[in-house]
């Protein structure tokens, strides 16, 4: 649109004498160009030139046009095609060289801007991301923006355009129609509209059909995005992360997840969603078969399995209890039965056998595997006294000697019952003594009598129920262990020292020292042809050729201020120790380290003092004394596996 206004008088009339040249309406074609116009009177005299002056008003710079070719009398023009801006009040004049200049008088005219015109597109189709061109006319304005749009949704417009192409990119903001109008905004000026169809994208097949957490699939169609970052992949939701991608193909990478099975592939290229109709499958962990239908905790069994690999990460789940891995293949896995939870010890307990791989994918067996009971509950000792007592067995007899009363309690795991012997031990009251079974006799050795290192020895005959009193020791402890080795007894001391007692010829020997002292924990033991010593934090190995002892190797045993010192015992070619007065760990020989397999289940566990016997094929504690009332005199019996 143009307005036109002047100060023109209403004489316009030419009259004769020098030439004369009048400013005439400018006036605007149908191709939205400006026509400057002015008429010109010769009068007889020679022109040189003539044209027009027009300028931004109030600006004193302007542009000077030449009209070529004009008539020489008569009217003229000039056609301005573009640098116009919108909204901008234009002044402008004609004029005429003779001798001099001369010039019509001054008028204005207000332009709105351009009208821009689409002639066509690049392509009439395209995806998301793609780069389309616009040609035209008048597509760029220098005062104001270029607006393109698909119907009414505007996009990113490429800064390398000009006023005769265009260059933007199909946003993914598009919606989905069958033909969208593709047209330019200037100031409010919309050109005509040409029609744009976005292309629908198809997935016709993918490689590989299944695959693993981690692994390249590559999803093969057509009209899909040139930009990877619209070719959005989605399995079980999960966007994925693409690799490569082109018009026909999208490599991704599946995604670690929880889900496995099969489902369809979603792609979603802007607001367009498609799904293939062949199913992926995600392959996942998958129990085939178990060594055994039950078993105790601490037995070890196999789980026969499908779709893992041996890089994989495992955890295997009974009910709500951890077992520990031993060995893990690519098609099966080695583990320990766990230990349930105190509650649960007295009891059966069934629960399928659960096993999670990465920390994300799972399966669990169709059938409940039964974690048999291992531990019963049995005869409390008829005493209380806060005593620490040894224990031992004898004839498949359980026995204690009472400190208090100085006599022996014997326990009868037949009936169930603990039975006072009347036999009284003639020597003084006394703790930490070692008592050791040899044949039908009982060697009690040394221990603390009144607060004190004693080198008492007596032996007990059972067979004619009396007390003997040996030669004193040549040596005293306060704390000690011991394990018989070639037809002799080792008796490793708190203070390190190591004494060897020939049972024939009743005669000690003082061997090599320990390289450590203890207080009060270490466990001694052989198991085959190896002899070990346990104290905190280390496990040592015995060199019988050269009387010397070496760390071999490191465990987590730890004293405590409060808790319960560890009391180790050796049954059924297994060694075991309750640690903290609660945890029951089994020395594992191949890697030799200490695995918990099971837990007390009394009340109280790490305040109680505890002593432990075994009879065939169990291990009986006993709780003794502690300080909750309530929770001790307490025994129970453990079923080794």
Request: charge should be negative; aromatic fraction near 14%.
């Amino acid at each position: 649109m143009i307005l036109f206004f002047s100060c023109q008088d209403n004489d316009f009339f030419l009259r004769s004498g020098p030439p004369t040249v009048t400013t005439e309406s400018a006036i605007k074609n149908a191709d939205e160009e400006v026509i400057l116009q002015g008429f010109l009177k010769m009068n007889n005299t020679e022109i040189e030139a003539l044209g027009f002056e027009y300028g931004e008003a109030g600006d004193t710079s302007r542009n000077v046009v030449y009209v070529k070719n004009s008539p020489d009398k008569g009217n003229f023009k000039y056609v301005i095609s573009s640098g116009l801006s919108s909204d901008i009040t234009y002044f402008y004049r004609a004029f005429i060289v003779t001798d001099s200049s001369i010039y019509g008088e001054t008028k204005n005219f207000s332009f709105t801007g351009y009208t821009p015109k689409v002639d066509s597109l690049s392509s009439n189709t395209g995806q998301v991301g793609d780069t389309l061109r616009i040609y035209g006319k008048r597509l760029r304005e220098k005062t104001f923006p270029t607006d393109i749009r698909f119907g009414n949704h505007s996009v990113y417009m490429i800064p390398a355009s000009n006023d005769s192409i265009l260059q933007c990119f199909i946003s993914h903001n598009l919606p989905i129609d069958d033909s969208t109008a593709v047209t330019v905004t200037i100031n409010q000026n919309v050109s005509n509209a040409h029609s744009f169809i976005l292309s629908t994208p198809s997935i016709h097949r993918f490689e590989p059909i299944s695959g693993f957490d981690g692994d390249e699939i590559t999803v093969f169609g057509e009209n899909f995005s040139n930009n990877i970052g619209y070719n959005e992949i989605f399995i079980n939701d999960k966007q994925v992360e693409r690799l490569t991608s082109s018009k026909e193909h999208i490599t991704f990478k599946l995604p670690y997840m929880k889900f496995h099975g099969k489902l369809p592939i979603k792609l979603s290229i802007g607001k367009q969603v498609i799904l293939s109709e062949e199913l992926l499958e995600i392959k996942g962990p998958v129990i085939k078969s178990y060594s055994a239908n039950e078993g105790y905790s601490g037995d070890t069994i196999s789980i026969v399995m499908e779709n893992i690999q041996e890089d994989n990460t495992f955890e295997v789940l009974f009910g709500d209890y951890t077992a520990d891995i031993i060995e893990h293949k690519n098609d099966s896995l080695k583990v320990i039965i766990p230990s349930v939870s105190r509650s649960s010890l007295l009891y059966n307990y069934f629960s399928p056998i659960k096993v999670i791989v990465n920390g994300l994918k799972e399966t669990s067996s169709s059938t409940s595997f039964k974690i048999k009971q291992q531990w019963h509950s049995k005869a409390a000792t008829p005493f209380s006294w806060g005593h620490p007592y040894t224990a031992f067995t004898y004839n498949n007899l359980g026995y204690i000697l009472e400190t208090n009363d100085k006599v022996f309690y014997r326990y009868n795991p037949s009936v169930d019952t603990w039975q006072r012997e009347e036999v009284v031990f003639p020597g003084e009251r006394g703790k930490h003594s070692l008592l050791v079974v040899k044949s039908n006799k009982l060697l009690k050795i040394g221990g603390l009598v009144r607060g004190e290192p004693s080198h008492n020895f007596w032996e007990y005959n059972f067979d004619t129920n009396s007390w003997t009193q040996k030669e004193n020791l040549p040596f005293s402890f306060t704390r000690a262990t011991h394990f018989e080795y070639n037809g002799l007894l080792y008796i490793l001391t708190n203070q390190g020292e190591v004494w060897t007692y020939n049972y024939s010829s009743e005669e000690f020997t003082q061997k090599n020292n320990l390289p450590i002292t203890f207080y009060d924990f270490a466990f001694a033991f052989k198991d085959n042809q190896n002899i070990y010593l346990i104290t905190y934090g280390s496990n040592w190995l015995y060199d019988p050729n050269m009387d010397s002892w070496q760390e071999n190797s490191q465990n987590t045993i730890r004293q405590y201020d409060y808790l319960q010192a560890p009391v180790g015992v050796y049954a059924e070619n297994t060694a075991y120790i309750l640690d903290q007065g609660q945890h029951l760990l089994r020395f594992d020989t191949p890697s030799e380290s200490w695995v918990k397999v099971s837990t007390y289940p009394g009340c109280g566990g790490s305040n109680a003092y505890k002593t432990t016997f075994t009879i065939d094929d169990k291990i009986y504690w006993g709780a003794t004394s502690g300080g909750y009332g309530g929770c001790t005199p307490l025994m129970f019996s453990y079923q080794l596996p």
